[in-house]
Nanobody
Framework: VQLQASGGGLVQAGGSLRLSCAVS????????MGWFRQAPGKEREFVAL???????YYRDFVKGRFTISRDNAKNTLYLQMNSLKPEDTAVYSC????????????WGQGTLVTVSS
């Protein structure tokens, strides 16, 4: 499975960005997908998940601000980020898993999101 994230950039606090993750090498609709982030000096953490059923799950710190979605016809995962805060600054990566009970073990290269105050 190959993943290519894009859409990061510099934005002011309160602004919005939309990240995309193009997926190839596997039937996209048969993948569970997620967005993860890693801030400088911190461990990687998951942000939001969307399963092949299209059910979603969010970390509390992004609930109401971020929306994860998928377009199975375009083999693309999205993360709409609104009301961005400086603490959202991180490298955001998309990830996939094939096994419903396994780890997210297919990763894209990450895209940097910087939120200025």
């Amino acid at each position: 499975v190959q993943l290519q994230a894009s859409g990061g950039g510099l934005v002011q606090a309160g602004g919005s960005l939309r990240l995309s993750c193009a997926v190839s090498g596997h039937t996209f609709s048969d993948l569970d997908m997620g967005w993860f982030r890693q801030a400088p000096g911190k461990e990687r953490e998951f942000v939001a998940l969307i399963w092949r059923s299209s059910a979603t799950y969010y970390r509390d710190f992004v609930k109401g601000r971020f929306t994860i979605s998928r377009d199975n016809a375009k083999n693309t995962l999205y993360l709409q980020m609104n009301s961005l805060k400086p603490e959202d600054t991180a490298v955001y990566s998309c990830a996939a898993r094939i096994d419903r009970t396994g780890e997210y073990d297919h990763w894209g290269q990450g895209t940097l999101v910087t939120v200025s105050s």
